[in-house]
């Protein structure tokens, strides 16, 4: 008898463990999907952990229920790369597969309820239950959101259960296939017609007029194309479809499906590469010579120093030896301009894999990765880690330095930047780290020999770095200079670009109208109802809205509190900044990019593509706009307040302000000439100010070091935050602290907590932090047992079953 350990697409620790039945036996093996029962009646598609023919204990277990297919979709490489992230990111397997395999892969029984025909006991059913009884169909299982919607009743689920008990209704478990090919309609003879056959049939559709002409045009195109689809054949013939269901229904043609592929990116032509400036080709040549002896090398290269050219060039030679490439990108909206480059030279070698993508294209990635050697370049935001790939020669993780590299929620809170040093260590792959503004850890390890580092220091063409000017708004304030949100002097430089048909990106990381409504008469300022943190604006929607938990209110007209007209609007968020301009440049063509203006599938493309062909003038954006994107025609740029990114209570908060006012500040004079770049703050005495002002990384990084090596924190430490959740704040605070007086029986005063986070209640659950600070040598397996130890002698007090716990390693 053979045995499968299986994971189960849920948060559950452990393996579990099913029989193979004979028929199976010679097509599973690790990696395959297999179809389970686990529990009393639930199905789900889990995934071949491991195999083996004797079992250590005689409990009973269940068979594996069907196989779809006879071939592993995850991969043994995939396998090891799960459990690592599930181990150091202490989570579970589960969660792991969860976030890895496309839900269109994931199969899952759907609870649906069918009429017993042959019930005939004289029950007395309630009205409620009548009404449920009469909704049912003994032919079509129902599902229960179509109960409740046929019954009129909301809670049906009491109901169901009675006239399951009196087996009056059976439970139906209905397990389909989330995942569909895309198909065309091909028209096609439904056999071989000789020369007189065709005359025959010609002969035939003679009083036909609109059937013949549609005929001789299948006949034509026949011979001149492969295959003719249904939209070919109407198009070029101009006649409907009627007329081509009567050729059908005589038998003359006939219409098949054929499944097609998704995405056309093109024929690949290696030599539309550009060539690289003798600068780019000394990096080039140094990233190689250090590949030699370094698993992990960091390009630190300026902004607009052509770092995406050399990625090309490298891609080129590992796709020559026949090997695939993962090119990670930080943002979907960085994925729009670096497909249209990389599809200009790799074509249908290339494929895209982000979170906007269906489950549907997803799927179909993930399959042509599995099945065939075509794909060789796959461009992806941080889920593309979790692809199956067999030949993996080289990781480029771009822009490496940024946070959303970091998974949040849900688990696994993996940072895929890490993540992928890891995977390429399992698959033999090298790995280039490219940024401007390396990350604290990355630059420590560059500098210390643990990676190779090579810099370009110039940018391409020789073009300046822009002139950065601060613009100290306190003081304009004082004058009463500051009309608006924009300074005198970048309204002067915004109305000078656009008089030379220049463009303008402004830069606000807030997105909304308004930050706060707030009665001037009283200062009441409303709050969302399941999170501590106030609402904001957001004027096109005429609504306030919960950036926490997406809970919306409609604005009140007056004041709850003194019942007074007086409510103001205080904060400057994206949209307001996006109508202030447009007031101050009523001709000028503008743009919004934040979370709001691109939630459809589209809505980056269209807003990048408007921008590059001057369609827009001024781009105003969140941090959206300050990651890697290229125009050419940007001469300034606006950073319209930088204490916003500075004073947040986060030891990184240096360091993130820094990296995105770099990189903001990197988008303007990219090809034609210096560009100006407008920095308004409260603080201009601020050195990371300074910092940014003189582009000086190596100081800013000496001045973090020193902070940190104090304050024990990241590179000298490693951190685990100890997240407890619940809806009684009481609760959640005495299970910390309870929590916190285990943990320091091990850690000592490596334990810092309980703490409330900024925010301390999100979607009505109250939030408590216990954070550990770990010396970089330790153990983090013997970290983890120790920690569940303590969870498991705490959590495991009844009283404390409600409270919700989870583990964020390497917090960002």
């Known amino acids: 008898m053979l045995y499968a350990d299986v994971v189960l697409p849920l948060p559950l620790q452990g393996l579990y463990t099913y029989s193979i039945p004979a028929g199976f036996q010679n097509s599973v ?41 006879d071939f592993p979709v995850v991969t043994c490489f995939q396998l090891r790369f799960w459990e690592w992230m599930a181990m150091y990111y202490m989570c579970s397997l589960g969660d792991v597969y969860r976030a890895a395999l496309p839900s269109a892969l994931k199969l899952e029984s759907e609870t649906k309820i069918l009429l017993n025909p042959d019930f005939e006991a004289e029950v007395p059913f309630t009205e409620n239950e009548l009404k449920v009884f009469y909704s049912l169909s003994e032919n079509k299982p129902l599902t229960i959101l179509e109960i409740q919607k046929l019954s009129g009743i909301t809670n049906v689920v009491p109901h169901i259960k009675q006239l399951v008990d009196v087996q009056a209704a059976f439970i139906n478990e209905d397990i389909q296939d989330a995942y569909s090919a895309k198909k065309q309609a091909i028209v096609r003879f439904p056999k071989k017609y000789t020369e007189d056959d065709l005359h025959t049939i010609m002969g035939e559709l003679s009083k036909a007029k609109k059937q013949q002409h549609l005929f001789t045009s299948f006949i034509y195109l026949s011979e001149n194309c492969g295959i003719i689809t249904k939209k070919q054949l109407l198009e070029e013939s101009n006649t409907s479809p009627t007329v081509l269901s009567e050729l059908i229904r005589k038998g003359f043609l006939e219409i098949s499906d054929q499944e097609i592929s998704r995405f056309d990116y093109g024929k690949t032509d290696l030599e539309s590469a550009y060539s690289l400036n003798a600068h780019q080709q000394k990096a080039l040549e140094e990233i190689t010579e250090s590949f030699k002896k370094k698993d992990v090398t960091l390009l630190h290269g300026v ?151 090579v810099t370009l220091a110039k940018r391409h063409e020789n073009i300046e770095l822009p002139h950065i000017e601060v ?60 999170c501590d943190v106030s609402l904001t604006y957001h004027k096109s929607q005429r609504l306030m809205i919960c950036h926490y938990c997406g809970s919306t209110y409609n604005v009140p007209t007056v004041c709850p509190e003194c019942q007074t007209l007086a409510l103001d609007n205080l904060g400057y968020g ?49 941090q959206m706009v300050s990651k890697g994107l290229d125009f050419d025609n940007v001469s300034a740029v606006g950073i319209l307040n930088a204490d916003n990114l500075l004073n947040y209570p986060d030891f990184r ?39 940014v002002k003189n582009n000086d990384y190596e100081s800013f990084y000496r001045q973090q070091m020193e902070e940190r090596k104090i304050f024990r924190y990241p590179p000298f430490f490693r951190l685990i935050n100890i997240v407890l959740r619940g809806r009684d704040g009481l609760l959640v605070d005495n299970a910390a602290k309870q929590l916190t007086l285990s943990l320091k029986e091990t850690f000592g005063d ?63």
């Open 303 to 453: 902004t607009s120093s052509g770092k995406t050219e050399i990625y090309i060039q490298l891609i080129k030679e590992a796709i020559s030896k026949g090997k695939q490439v993962l090119y990670l990108l930080p943002e979907i909206a960085l994925t729009t301009q670096i497909t249209d480059r990389l599809k200009s030279v790799f074509g249908n070698k290339l494929a895209v894999y982000h979170s906007k993508f269906s489950d549907n294209e997803r799927a179909e990635v993930w399959n042509n990765l599995i099945k065939n050697n075509d794909i060789q370049v796959v461009l992806g935001a941080r889920s593309a880690i979790f692809l199956p790939f067999s030949n993996l020669d080289l990781i480029i993780v771009d822009e490496e330095h940024e946070n959303s590299y970091k998974q949040q929620d849900p688990a696994p809170r993996y940072n895929a930047r890490n993540a992928a040093i890891v995977l390429g260590n399992i698959c033999g792959a090298k790995i280039l780290l490219g940024t401007a503004t390396p990350a604290i850890e990355t630059y420590n390890n560059a500098l210390s020999g643990r990676y190779g580092l």
């Open 29 to 69: 093996r690790e990696g395959n999907r297999v179809i389970v029962q686990f529990g009393k009646k639930k199905f789900y598609t889990a995934i071949v952990f491991k195999l083996y023919d004797q079992k250590t204990d005689d409990l009973p277990v269940k068979e594996i229920t069907t196989l779809p297919e």
């Open 574 to 622: 994206t949209e307001r900044i996006e109508e202030e301009v447009a007031g101050i440049f009523p001709d000028a063509s503008l743009a919004r990019m934040d979370f709001d203006t691109t939630r459809g599938k589209k809505s980056y493309e269209r807003i990048i593509s408007d921008f590059e062909n001057g369609t827009t003038n001024i781009l105003i954006g969140t």
């Open 653 to 691: 908060a240096y360091e993130r302000a820094f990296q995105l006012m770099t990189q903001v500040s990197g988008r303007a004079g990219r090809k034609n000439k210096q560009g100006a770049v407008f920095l308004q703050t409260s603080h201009p005495a601020n050195p990371v100010i300074t910092y």
């Open 471 to 530: 613009i100290n708004t306190k003081e304009l304030r004082r004058k009463k200079q500051m009309k608006s949100i924009l300074s005198p002097p970048l309204a002067d430089k915004i109305k000078e670009a656009l008089g030379k048909k220049e463009q303008i990106i402004l830069f606000q990381n807030r997105r909304g109208f308004s930050s706060i409504v707030e009665c001037k008469n009283c200062s009441w300022t409303p709050h969302c109802q399941h």
């Open 750 to 812: 490596r334990i810092l907590g309980p703490g409330k986070p900024p925010v301390s209640r999100i979607q009505s659950l109250y939030i408590c932090h216990i954070m550990i600070k770990i010396e970089n040598r330790t153990s983090i397996q013997k970290v983890r047992e120790n920690i569940f130890y303590h969870q498991n002698k705490i959590l495991g007090n009844p009283v404390f079953k409600s409270i919700l716990l989870h583990y964020d390693v390497d917090p960002m």
